[in-house]
């Protein structure tokens, strides 16, 4: 069965550093996903991209953020200059056509900022 | 804001009981999903109840939905022990329709 993967699997980083979250959609999903699950806390949705661009976003996701599909298979989150509370669970998911119909999600990169 | 509120945050119960967990939001939605997550893992999606339905099955799982109380509830029968877990209920609003609303989720506890 398709499945969504990511890597790395956790990811230790020091503050003010850049870090890229991968992850690799299901093949023919057309839409692409980013949240975040600080510990402890709900999962909180970051970013939409549909057709090479954003589709919406939430307030979490500012300028240290972007996303990037940049072959036919990656689908990548960057955070530029991480800070602490950027520790958290990444989720990135897909689905065929819109949150209309269900998510498939991958199962996280744990990101840990000291 | 949408986000949805499961109630209650923690059960406990013991296997072969049924678990009822209810999820509530605030604004009009295209559908309503349930999601579990294990300890420390990924998201699995259970079931997609849209708004023009009112109770969906799959396997032992039940979910309604009621759009005038803006409520929905998951069933879980005859539980077992790998049932444990949190389950999440997550809406896509009407006009939201690329953003996915999750609630605070219900641990469940199945006692062997």
């Known amino acids: 069965e398709p499945e969504v993967t990511q890597t790395p699997s956790h990811q230790v980083t020091q503050m003010g550093q850049e870090v890229i979250l991968r992850c690799v959609p299901i093949?023919?999903?057309?839409?692409f996903y980013w949240y975040r699950q600080i510990l402890g806390q709900k999962v909180e949705f970051l970013v939409s991209?549909?057709?090479?661009?954003?589709?919406?976003k939430s307030e979490i996701f500012d300028d240290q953020f972007s996303v990037e599909r940049p072959d036919g298979s990656n689908f990548t989150l960057k955070i530029r200059s991480t800070k602490l509370e950027d520790s958290a669970m990444y989720f990135c998911?897909?689905?065929?056509?819109?949150?209309?119909?269900?998510?498939?999600f991958g199962p996280g990169t744990r990101l840990t900022v000291l | 804001s949408q986000q949805g509120e499961e109630d209650p945050q923690a059960l406990s119960i013991q296997e072969g009981e049924n678990a009822t967990m209810n999820c509530s939001y605030k604004?009009?939605?295209?559908?309503l999903q349930w999601y579990r997550q294990n300890s420390g893992r990924g998201l699995v999606h259970l079931i997609l109840?849209?708004?023009?339905?009112r109770e969906k099955h799959s396997g032992r799982l039940r979910v309604t939905l009621d759009t005038s109380k803006k409520s929905s509830s998951l069933l879980i029968t005859a539980s077992r022990a790998a049932d444990t877990a949190s389950y999440f209920c997550?809406?896509?609003?009407?006009?939201?329709?690329?953003?996915?609303?999750f609630g605070t989720g219900t641990s469940l506890t199945v006692i062997p």
């Open positions: 998911a897909s689905s065929e056509d819109s949150a209309y119909n269900e998510q498939f």
């Open positions: 109840i849209r708004s023009n339905e």
């Open positions: 604004t009009s939605i295209n559908n």
């Open positions: 093949s023919n999903h057309l839409y």
């Open positions: 991209f549909y057709n090479n661009e954003i589709s919406e």
């Open positions: 997550a809406t896509a609003g009407l006009n939201t329709g690329n953003q996915f609303y």
